[in-house]
């Protein structure tokens, strides 16, 4: 199993109580083959959203992906179900985040790997120094990679090399379909400089609800502030919320953000401590950790990010066009 950059904690759990039940019934699932069965797709599942949807791009007919989670939900809380253990076992090839952003799948991916099938984190192919380390955690690296769109570009690359491997007969399928796809956000990735850029640096500050867009503040040079941590489990104290609406009353911020897959109480609180001081200000929305309904334009990963630019833009006081990146992508120009 390629675990770059992850340090998977050993712990005794549940399920690996029921997999070794399972093992004990003789239900242990087979050794998968290393090569695509002939004559049909071959089955690949992944885990977020964002995940699913490069992993879709690149390997084109030549799978089927099947995402485990949906719309809203949140990845450093999802605990797999029996199902998605049955269907992780099925797989041929499985692809996560990575960076311990699935924190509650550490243990199934360890097991199914052991199997001998590609499990493999999209991030695995950046760089460490192309990371951002968490604060005091020397070696663990902040999960949310995707917030930078050159960053994630560059695990499309890492998939469309995983799946040459797999199955070279369609070797230059998955590259070029990966090299059209880092097109694309080629062209999202100037957008978003060009809009949050138009910002006025005074009101060019990100208060939103837990800490996921420190590489989007890192990329796109906008300062990001929020009352959570890096991951959804930790708690916003009072303190941290007591000190951005002081912040707030002093740059007379004109939005904060709330998210999609997380609770909102905190902006809310802050929102409320803002009025108390005699400033108002209003509240956007913004994905995260998961993108938007399956189907729409917010539910694929362009459409996440351009969604979100547009929406800080706007509502920070910047220009971004009606259209979003949106009609740029299909066939305007960026100038």
Known sequence: MNMTHHKFPRRVSLLALFFALL???GCTPTTPATSPPTGKPYEIVTTCGMVTDIVRQVAGPHANVTGL???GVDPHLYKPTRDDVARLNKADVIFYGGLTLEGKMVDVFERVAR????VVPVTAGLAPEKLRELPGLAGHFDPHVWMDVSLWSECVQHVAETLAKYDPPHASDYLKNAKDQRQELELLDKYILKVIASIPEKQRVLVTSHDAFEYFSRRYSI????PQGVSTESEAGAKDINDLVEFLAERKLPAVFME????????????EGA????V???????????MGAHGTYEGTYIGMLDANATTIARALGGEAPAGGCNGKLKGGSHE
């Not at 300062?223 to 929020?226: A, D, E, G, R």
């Not at 999609?260 to 929102?271: E, H, L, M, P, R």
């Open 23 to 25: 093992a004990a019934m």
């Open 115 to 118: 199997g001998g099938k590609p």
């Open 280 to 290: 108002k200000v209003k509240t956007g929305e913004l994905f995260s950790d998961a």
């Open 275 to 278: 009025a108390q001081h005699g």
């Open 223 to 226: 300062p990001v502030k929020s």
């Open 260 to 271: 999609t897959s997380t609770n909102a109480k905190a902006i809310q609180a802050i929102v």
């Open 69 to 71: 989670m949906g719309e």
